[in-house]
């Protein structure tokens, strides 16, 4: 069975780091893309940032220059580094990858279950 399992989340004050990882277990065939979402009290989730298989990333605006997402293919992990952080990045942060199990088979989006990261003023 296939599980994305986050850790790294925490309480940092403002200004603070904190460095996310999202492990796959389980036997798969390969990854596609892999992202981190995130979701604060009362709002919707949205993205965060997202990263091919080519290595290729993109971001949303307000992380721009303070967030990088990276992966290891070789550990089937994506990772979130989060720099300069603010009382507004606080939220639930999900990781997510698009996976094909076998040769043949569809790719399929997988969740974790999230981490929380607040951020103190």
């Known amino acids: 069975q296939v599980q994305l399992v986050e850790s790294g989340g925490g309480l940092v004050q403002a200004g603070g780091s904190l460095r996310l990882s999202c492990p796959i277990s389980g036997t798969i065939f390969s990854i596609a893309a892999m992202g981190w979402y995130r979701q604060a009290p009362g709002k919707q989730r949205e993205l965060v940032a997202t990263?091919?298989?080519?290595?290729?990333?993109n971001y949303a605006e307000f992380v721009k220059g303070r967030f990088t997402i990276s992966r290891d293919d070789a550990k089937k992990t994506v990772y979130l580094q989060m720099n300069s952080l603010k009382p507004e990045d606080t939220a639930v942060y999900y990781c997510n990858a698009d996976i094909k199990l076998r040769w043949g088979n569809s790719l399929r989006t997988y969740w974790g279950q999230g981490t929380q990261v607040t951020v103190s003023s």
């Open positions: 990263i091919t298989s080519y290595g290729n990333t």
